[in-house]
């Protein structure tokens, strides 16, 4: 692999957790953890893991108990996607809204995509000077995550929409 590649995928999980402030993984940790000490009973979290390891019915039992927040954090997501969905039809079907109004997203969302694109052509065809190199490829690393945030918004996933109209529907039915 080419060294803009290599330092692009090394840089990325430190780029993501930079530019949104999220700590997902030690999130994750932390919560799995609470989980091991709730179910095995016990303060101390090694020794909750070690009794969950050594019992079949609490490694079961907190099998379950992830399988179940698994699933609360997914409605939440879920629900906050089709939040922002949703906000962005109010403003498209707003009659008193300007046509800046319903369309500023639109523009910041073409603005970012051409400057990742961009960039990422003059860094291929032009290079990149060695003492501008850290911040051209922080720069790339942020802009190719807000990319991939757009395209998520804009066209998602048949699977995730699947998902979240699913869920839509059961929460609809449920209430």
């Known amino acids: 692999m080419d060294p803009l590649t290599l330092s692009l995928i090394s840089l990325a999980p430190s780029l993501v957790k930079w530019i949104s402030g999220n700590d997902t993984a ?3 940790t932390t919560v799995a953890v609470d989980l091991a000490k709730t179910v095995a009973g016990v303060e101390d979290a090694t020794t909750a893991i070690d009794n969950i390891k050594a019992d079949p019915k609490l490694a079961a039992e907190f099998a379950d108990k992830l399988e179940e ?13 089709a939040d922002a969905r949703g ?7 707003a009659a008193s ?5 319903k369309n500023a997203a639109y ?5 970012v995509v051409g400057a990742t694109v961009s960039l990422a052509t003059l ?9 501008n190199k850290e911040l051209v490829y922080m720069t790339l690393g942020a802009l190719l995550a807000h990319c991939g945030t757009i395209i998520g918004f804009h066209r998602g996933t ?3 929409s699947k998902k979240a109209n699913d869920l839509i529907h059961d929460m609809a039915v449920s209430k």
């Not at 809204?97 to 109004?101: G, H, P």
């Open 97 to 101: 809204a300007s046509d800046l109004a």
């Open 107 to 111: 523009y910041l969302d073409f603005i």
């Open 123 to 131: 860094c291929y065809f032009k290079g990149v000077p060695t003492e």
């Open 26 to 28: 030690e999130k994750v």
């Open 87 to 93: 906000m962005n039809v109010h403003i498209q079907e």
């Open 158 to 160: 048949s699977s995730g």
């Open 69 to 81: 927040r698994k699933a609360e954090l997914e409605k939440a997501y879920l629900a906050d996607t």
